[in-house]
Nanobody
Framework: QVQLVESGGGLVQAGGSMRLSCQGS?????MAWFRQAPGKDRQFLVY????????YYADSVKGRFTISKNNAKNTIYLQMSSLKPDDTAVYYC?????????????????WGQGTQVTVSS
């Protein structure tokens, strides 16, 4: 069974930076970050392959957010910079159950509990 635990959320001022972490236990594959703002659907942000050799970003965060992975720790990170109030959301980590790629929620089998990120203006 795969478990994902996010950490690193909190309150930051607009223009600031924050790094989120997601530690996986069990066999993870493609791992991704999503976010969900109040009253909105969950939004794909970025994924990274199991080997960490490939990643794909949503246009909304390209250039501001960077995903990385420590394979030895089975942990992915999301470095966020130039944060805006619109980035306020609960951020979720997810993993597929095989060697698949995707940007939709349905592509991912395992989910973390989420971590709140609040960007103040």
């Amino acid at each position: 069974q795969v478990q994902l635990v996010e950490s690193g959320g909190g309150l930051v001022q607009a223009g600031g930076s924050m790094r989120l972490s997601c530690q996986g236990s069990g066999r993870t594959y493609t791992m991704a970050w999503f976010r969900q703002a109040p009253g909105k659907d969950r939004q794909f942000l970025v994924y990274i392959t199991r080997s960490a050799t490939d990643s794909y970003y949503a246009d909304s965060v390209k250039g501001r957010f960077t995903i990385s992975k420590n394979n030895a720790k089975n942990t992915i990170y999301l470095q966020m910079s130039s944060l805006k109030p619109d980035d306020t959301a609960v951020y979720y980590c997810a993993s597929t159950s095989g060697y698949t790629l995707g940007t939709s929620e349905s592509s991912y089998t395992y989910w973390g509990q989420g971590t709140q990120v609040t960007v103040s203006s």
